[in-house]
C-alpha cells in the first residue's frame, strides 16, 4: 500500500476518509475506490461512523462527518490565538489600554485572548468572560457583517441599532462609550477569515477618562493595524 505507515487498520481508515473526499459513496463504489475488500470497506465505514467521523446521508450513503469541522475549528481557533497573541501585546503597548480577542459563541462574544496592562487601574476582561451580543464594540463588530436576518435578530434588545453597523462597515471599525458598562470606552475590528467572513474582533477598552467620548478618535488606526495584521498572519497560515 502506498503510504504505509506501518499500521494496517490506520491506513485503511486513511483511504476510507480520502475516497469520500470526493463526495457521498455508497458501499459499492467505496469498495471501488478504496480497493478494499467489501466487508473491509463496511466494518471501517461502521466503526468510522460510530465516532461521528462518518455520517450517512439521506440516501444512506457515506459522507465526512461533523467531527472532523469540530476538529477543523479546533485547529483554527489555536492558529488564531497562536498569531494574535503577540499582535495584541504590541497593540497593548503602542495604545497604553488593554487589548481583547473575541469570537461569537451563539449570542455570547467570548474573549479568548487578551493582554492587560502592566500597572495603573485596568479595565480587565478574564479570558474566558462571555459577555452580551447586544452592547459594546465588539459586538457591534461581530454582528456587523452577518446575513441580513442574522442581523436583524441580533438587534433585538441590542443598545445600538441598524443606522449604528451601517457606520461600522462603512469606516471599518466599532467604538462604544459606557454602552456595555458604565465608565468603560472600547474600540473594535473585524479580523477576517476563509472568503472575507469576519471570525473575530479585535478591541482595547479602559475608562472613558482616558480612552475619551470619542476613543476611535484615539484608537482606531492601531485597532484596525491590529485586525489586518492578525487576518493576513492566519491568510498566510492557511
Not at 485596568?122 to 479570558?127: E, G, I, K, L
Not at 452592547?135 to 434588545?157: I, K, N, T, Y
Not at 458604565?182 to 482595547?204: D, E, L, N
Request: with cysteine.
Amino acid at each position: 500500500m502506498d503510504n504505509s505507515s506501518g499500521v494496517g487498520v490506520l491506513d485503511k481508515a486513511v483511504l476510507v476518509l480520502n475516497a469520500l473526499e470526493a463526495g457521498p459513496a455508497s458501499l459499492a463504489q467505496l469498495v471501488q475506490a478504496t480497493g478494499l475488500a467489501r466487508p473491509t470497506a463496511h466494518r471501517l465505514a461502521v466503526a468510522l461512523e460510530h465516532h461521528r467521523i462518518v455520517a450517512r446521508d439521506t440516501q444512506g450513503r457515506f459522507v465526512l462527518g461533523p467531527r472532523l469541522s469540530e476538529l477543523s475549528t479546533a485547529a483554527g481557533e489555536d492558529r488564531l490565538l497562536a498569531v494574535a497573541t503577540p499582535v495584541l501585546t504590541h497593540l497593548r503597548d503602542v495604545t497604553g489600554e488593554s487589548a481583547q480577542l473575541y469570537r461569537r459563541q451563539g449570542d455570547e462574544r467570548v474573549c479568548v485572548a487578551a493582554a492587560e496592562r502592566a500597572s495603573g487601574l485596568r479595565d480587565t476582561v478574564p479570558v474566558g468572560s462571555a459577555l452580551p451580543m447586544t452592547a459594546g464594540s465588539a459586538a457591534q463588530v461581530l454582528l456587523a457583517w452577518e446575513e441580513p436576518d442574522r442581523l436583524h435578530r441580533g438587534l433585538r434588545g441590542a443598545k445600538f441599532t441598524a443606522a449604528t453597523l451601517a457606520s461600522v462597515r462603512r469606516r471599518g471599525w466599532a467604538h462604544s462609550v459606557g454602552e456595555r458598562e458604565q465608565g468603560v470606552a472600547s474600540v473594535s475590528a473585524p479580523i477576517r477569515g476563509a472568503g472575507g467572513k469576519v471570525i473575530a474582533a479585535v478591541s482595547v477598552s479602559g475608562p472613558i477618562e482616558r480612552l475619551t467620548r470619542t476613543p476611535g478618535r484615539l484608537h482606531a488606526a492601531p485597532v484596525v493595524a491590529a485586525a489586518e495584521r492578525i487576518t493576513e498572519a492566519m491568510r498566510r497560515a492557511n
